[in-house]
């Protein structure tokens, strides 16, 4: 079903003559959580090259998703061990998001983990379906999915 059912609950002046139907309606379906993931490669671990390249990485997913800020829930960073000059999160405060949670971590120190990269997962409202989300990968983390093709994006 595309929407959700309504009823109409009539107000006297509103009620339907005796043995008709009350009108039903078809809404848009309510926004639901959507998590929308991303990666980058940043060019060295230095302060203003990893917020350079996460605030790049999370503009792509603003635009491509059509994200409001207003509609944001949370945004849960991690990066590569090879990156301790800076937190990512620091993109999104510098994007003006002052008011979402924000939450760093450290990846795994796998072996054949790709480094000095930054990932994102964005928590959103939406009503976007999870199959017209559009994941970004950017420059080297590309590797990480590559599923999606050179370009490193999938959706529309």
Known sequence: MNGHLVTGHPRATDAPPAGEPLAVRRLPPPPRVLALRGATQVDSDAPRSIVSATIELLQELFTRNALDPADLISIWFTASPDLTADYPARAAREMGLVDVP?????ELAVP???????RVLVHTHSTRSRSAASHVYLHGAAALRPDLGPAGRIGP
């Open 102 to 106: 924000l939450m760093c971590a450290a």
């Open 112 to 118: 054949h983990g790709i480094p000095r990269t930054v």
